[in-house]
């Protein structure tokens, strides 16, 4: 019998690849975006199925990132 064990497995290294590239999309986007935006994303295999969806919520420019840590001088 065929747990999917690895199919699992892979799914989950995927998603977590691709959450990297989106958090890295984002800190590119972030600066530029003037209004407060949604980017949808579909994740498709080689042969077209959709394998999931994403969205991005671009919030706009930042004027002060009160999370932002303080820089030593």
């Known amino acids: 019998m065929d747990t999917g064990r690895h199919k699992t497995s892979r799914r989950y290294w995927i998603g977590k690849k691709l959450n990297r590239r989106l958090e ?3 800190s590119r986007i ?3 975006v003037t209004e ?4 949808r994303f579909a994740f498709v ?3 077209g199925t959709v394998v999931g969806h994403q969205e991005l919520m671009l919030s706009g420019p930042a004027t002060h990132d009160p999370f932002k840590k303080k820089r030593a001088r």
């Open 30 to 32: 972030q600066p530029v």
């Open 24 to 26: 890295e999309l984002e």
């Open 45 to 47: 295999e080689g042969d």
């Open 36 to 39: 407060p935006t949604v980017i």
